[in-house]
């Protein structure tokens, strides 16, 4: 009796053996090789990429025709209401000449602040970037 079970299950064993053999599906020839190419080209990638942030593109001449477009608005403004209440004469005075002097003047010191606030951004986010590490490497 335990004789007929060993061979029954020895010919259990060698048919499953032949079912996995002919049904397992076979891998592609190229499969170890574009394994490789990936595990190759991630490790290409995290050796020799740190995390630089978008540069952020200033645009220096859209401030400046912003702050000093307005600048002249305002001028024409001041100059507009002036000639229209006082006339043609105050627009040659000196009380009207001081007042644009000192408009321009405002707005001057508004545009080199906010270059002077640019400036400073960019160099604290160049400080707080991380450095590359030598040894690391």
Do not use: C, H
Request: proline letters at 3%; hydrophobic letters at 40%; aromatic letters at 12%.
């Amino acid at each position: 009796m335990e004789d007929k079970n060993k061979k029954n299950k020895l010919l259990e064993d060698e048919l499953m053996r032949e079912l996995v053999r002919y049904g397992k599906t076979s891998a592609p020839e190229n499969l170890e090789y574009r394994i490789m190419q990936q595990i190759q080209t991630e490790q290409a990638l995290k050796r020799g990429q740190e995390y630089v942030p978008p540069k952020k593109k200033e645009n220096i001449w859209g401030e400046f025709k912003t702050i000093f477009g307005i600048m002249y608005a305002v001028l024409a403004a001041i100059a507009a209401g002036a000639f229209f209440i006082s006339g043609k004469d105050f627009l040659l005075s000196s009380q009207f000449w001081n007042t644009v002097i000192v408009v321009a003047s405002v707005f001057s010191i508004f545009w080199m602040i906010t270059r002077l606030d640019s400036y400073l951004r960019g160099k604290k986010e160049k400080k707080l970037l991380p450095k590359r590490d030598k040894a690391g490497e």
